[in-house]
């Protein structure tokens, strides 16, 4: 028998809120780890219920959290506000990279 599915309005709320509001959590960038604290749920979970037909409103998330974590890294990585070793490791995960 399967578990119930924590999914719900609430989660959806909260979901757009992490994302609009992730520093509000303590997060420098959204994640989708980061994500899965505050719902407390699995990352897995998260993965599965993106690509849900049947949880449109969830669908997509993982990918609008990552394009919002690579501005957000572009953004203080070329102020200086973030440590350029530790951007340039995260950016690395969005296929930038320094090889000509």
């Not at 604290?37 to 449109?56: A, M, N, P, Y």
């Not at 890294?73 to 969005?94: E, P």
Request: hydrophobic share 30%.
């Amino acid at each position: 028998m399967a578990r119930p599915t924590k999914y719900g309005l609430e989660i959806v709320t909260k979901t757009q809120h992490y994302l609009d509001n992730y520093a509000e959590y303590g997060h420098k960038i959204p994640s989708s780890a980061g994500l899965a604290l505050v719902l407390g749920l699995s990352r897995e979970t998260l993965r599965l219920w993106s690509k849900d037909e049947d949880k449109k409103e969830f669908s997509g998330i993982l990918d609008r959290i990552n394009k919002k974590q690579e501005c957000v890294l572009l953004d203080n990585g070329l102020t200086g506000k973030f440590n350029s070793a530790i951007t340039k490791l995260v950016l690395g995960k969005h296929g930038y990279h320094d090889r000509p």
